[in-house]
C-alpha cells in the first residue's frame, strides 16, 4: 500500500524558516506531479505550491519569493522550504501526490495525513 508521510512541521516564529518533506513508499509505478497544501483554521484547502514530473513550479501568489518546492525523483520525496515565515502562514500543510501505482487504477491523487506548522509573532 503507498503512503505519504510529511515532516518538519513545527512551531517558529515570525521571520524563520522551516523545511517540509513528503516521502512516498510502497510499490509506485511512476511519480507525476507532487504539491503541498494548507488549511488554515476556518479556511479551506489550497494550493500552497506545486511540481511537475519535468520540474515546472507553481506558487500561491501569496508565498512566491519565500517559499521553495523541490523533488528529489530517486528518493521519490517532495520538499517545501519555507523563508520568512509569517503568521498567516499557520496552517496543517498537507503532501499531495499523483501517483501511478497500477495500471488499473492509472494516475490518482495521494494525501498526507499532514503536519502542523505554526507561526507565532
Known amino acids: 500500500q503507498v503512503q505519504l508521510v510529511e515532516s518538519g512541521g513545527g512551531l517558529v516564529q515570525a521571520g524563520g524558516s522551516l523545511r517540509l518533506s513528503c516521502a512516498a513508499s510502497?510499490?509506485?509505478?511512476?511519480?507525476?506531479?507532487l504539491g503541498w497544501y494548507r488549511q488554515a483554521p476556518g479556511k479551506q484547502r489550497e494550493l500552497v505550491a506545486d511540481?511537475?514530473?519535468?520540474?515546472?513550479?507553481n506558487y500561491a501568489d501569496s508565498v512566491k519569493g519565500r517559499f521553495t518546492i523541490s523533488r528529489d525523483n530517486d528518493k521519490k520525496t517532495v520538499y517545501l522550504q519555507m523563508n520568512s515565515l509569517k503568521p498567516e502562514d499557520t496552517a496543517v500543510y498537507y503532501c499531495?501526490?499523483?501517483?501511478?501505482?497500477?495500471?488499473?487504477?492509472?494516475?490518482?491523487?495521494?494525501w498526507g495525513r499532514g503536519t502542523q506548522v505554526t507561526v507565532s509573532s
Open positions: 499531495n501526490a499523483q501517483l501511478h501505482v497500477t495500471v488499473a487504477l492509472g494516475i490518482r491523487d495521494y
Open positions: 511540481i511537475s514530473s519535468a520540474g515546472s513550479t
Open positions: 510502497g510499490i509506485i509505478f511512476s511519480v507525476s506531479r
